[in-house]
């Protein structure tokens, strides 16, 4: 007579369930270890240790930057980007709530050149599916940037432009607060010439416009010049001439024209050219 072994068969069921069930719900395995928080901050570092290994594939699957309309173009700036970024690290500083549905994430980022440290701080979102660092066009600027520019703006010249055209931008209606940029330009020395036309729709009154000289880098726009323009200029009329330094040892490489519209009252229509020697 064959015996039933009641016991060694619910032993082996007993053993059976668990795993099924871990199967079936494969989350309840880590599901306190992977809290939006943890996440948005994993992302970030995701996309750091991607940059400082030069990996853009990789890099480019960690963010949304708006700065490009196409992520062809994102790559190229990316690929020049290992060459010309001004940071040579980047870590962060912390991630803190900013709604129920995003993050700030603020990093310390290291200048090649001096070692300064320059903070800034990024929004990090959910983007289908996937927690990304949005970049947003946030600006940096070094010590002597800044210098320069208080000295720049309060002793402004207007001159003829230079010779050689480098770079266009517009036309372009610029929203409140918003920006664009030039195409990208090599800058032929260390000094630059803008024409432009800038009017606000349908009135003759005049608008105060931001010029500056970016390098788009990996975490934001990196501002090694600037000035500001009032006025108004019909748009077959004169332009307006502007001059402006940049601080740099060497004629930059690959960098924009960013035109930014500072005003929360209007919208500015801008095009131009940037000329070098």
């Known amino acids: 007579m064959t015996s039933f072994n009641f016991f060694g068969k619910l032993k082996r069921t007993l ?37 400082q290994s030069g990996d853009i594939t990789e890099a480019v699957k960690w963010v949304v930057d708006t700065r490009f309309s196409s992520e062809q173009d ?8 290992l060459t010309t970024d001004p940071f040579s690290n980047a870590s962060i500083e912390s991630v803190l709530p900013d709604s129920d549905s ?7 980022l290291t200048r090649k050149e001096n070692g300064e440290i320059n903070k800034i701080s990024l929004p990090v979102i959910e983007h289908e599916g996937t927690w ?20 720049q703006n309060n002793n402004k010249s207007l001159i003829a432009p230079q010779s050689v055209n480098i ?3 517009g036309d372009s209606t610029v929203g409140k ?12 020395e260390t000094v630059l010439g803008i024409t432009g036309w800038q009017q606000v729709g349908g009135v003759t009154v005049e608008s105060t416009m931001r010029y500056s000289v970016v390098y788009k880098h990996f975490y934001g726009d ?23 330094s940049v601080a740099a040892s060497h004629a930059p490489q690959g960098v924009h024209l960013k035109i930014s519209n500072p005003s929360d009252a209007h919208a500015v229509r801008v095009r131009g050219h940037i000329y070098g020697n």
Do not use: C, R
């Not at 995003?102 to 310390?108: A, K, P, Q, R």
């Not at 990304?132 to 208080?150: D, F, H, P, R, Y």
């Not at 990196?222 to 402006?244: L, Q, R, V």
């Open 15 to 51: 053993v059976v369930v668990p795993l099924v069930l871990l199967s079936a719900f494969p989350g309840l395995s880590n599901a306190e270890a992977t809290s939006p928080l943890e996440l948005a901050k994993e992302s970030v570092s995701n996309y750091i240790d991607a940059v």
């Open 177 to 188: 607060g918003d920006s664009i940029y030039s195409n990208q330009f090599n800058m032929t």
């Open 102 to 108: 995003s993050f700030i994430v603020t990093l310390d």
């Open 222 to 244: 990196d501002t090694i010049g600037e000035i500001f323009h009032t006025g108004f200029n019909y748009w077959n009329g004169a332009a307006f001439y502007e001059t402006m």
């Open 167 to 169: 770079g266009n931008y």
């Open 132 to 151: 990304k660092l949005l970049i947003n066009g946030v600006e940096t600027m070094s010590t002597a940037a800044q210098k320069l520019s208080n000295t």
């Open 74 to 81: 994102q790559i190229e700036q990316y690929n020049d980007n």
